[in-house]
């Protein structure tokens, strides 16, 4: 399985730290906030990543980054040159993954669940990461049955069928850059990551982990600032 690093979109719920630097290159207590999903992908034995950001971070992302070396995996870089979705990032990933498996995370989610055994357990079709959270609107939801299986996933709904947001890890086969290549933009001009995972759905295909501990979409000051405080109590227990 090939990890693909997303880091793309303007930050502009982070203005004015993002003016001149990628979100998640911003500090979290004691590291820049990639550092959290990368741990993610190699806590999961996944080494070989592709990092892709704008035209305007690459720079910043590499030189931080580096090969690799220091965090024990492989670094390649794609530039997105117009923001248009999760899932038109990661069709950017097709030729890096060679025909594998792929799992996709965001720059800026930080997952305090261990993540490994369900990415390191994939075999086919799709995995998606759930959590309930107030403000289901905001995001993805899925509507999942009494056996936990997932029953209908929308993109922001503005009535949500449940709590349950789809986070920011996607784990795919190979069939997802095909499927990518067929979208169409949605209402909001974007390639919809939840239209992906839909098609998994439809056939039969999507599985889904609920999450019992934290996880933190760090793209406002609020969330940001309680990533940092999270992170820096959990350092702090004997």
């Given at each position: ?72 995996c492989k670094f390649t870089y794609r530039v997105q040159d117009k ?156």
């Open positions: 399985m090939k990890g693909v690093l997303i880091c793309g979109g303007s930050g502009t719920r982070l203005r004015p730290l993002t003016e001149i630097t990628n979100k998640s290159l911003l500090p979290v207590y004691d590291r820049p906030l990639i550092e959290y999903p990368l741990g993610t992908l190699t806590r999961a034995g996944i080494t070989d990543i592709v990092v892709i950001s704008g035209n305007e971070h690459i720079d910043q992302m590499a030189s931080y980054l580096g090969s690799g070396e220091r965090f024990g923001p248009q979705g999760i899932a038109q990032a990661l069709g950017m990933a097709e030729e890096f993954a060679e025909g594998h498996s792929v799992c996709a995370i965001l720059g800026d989610n930080i997952y305090f669940d261990d993540l490994a055994p369900a990415i390191r357990s994939f075999k086919s079709g799709g995995h998606v990461f759930l959590k309930e959270v107030p403000d289901a609107e905001r995001f993805g939801v899925a509507e999942v049955d009494a056996k936990g299986r997932v029953i209908s996933i929308e993109e922001k709904p503005k009535k949500p069928k449940s709590k349950f947001a789809v986070t920011g890890c996607y784990v795919y086969d190979k069939n997802c850059f095909e499927i990518i290549r067929n979208l169409k933009p949605s209402a909001r001009g974007e390639f919809e990551i939840t239209d992906v995972s839909r098609w998994y759905l439809e056939k039969g295909e999507l599985a889904a982990s609920v999450l019992k501990d934290e996880w933190i979409d760090a793209g406002t000051f609020e969330s940001l600032f309680k990533a940092a405080q999270m992170v820096r109590a959990r350092q702090a227990k004997p």
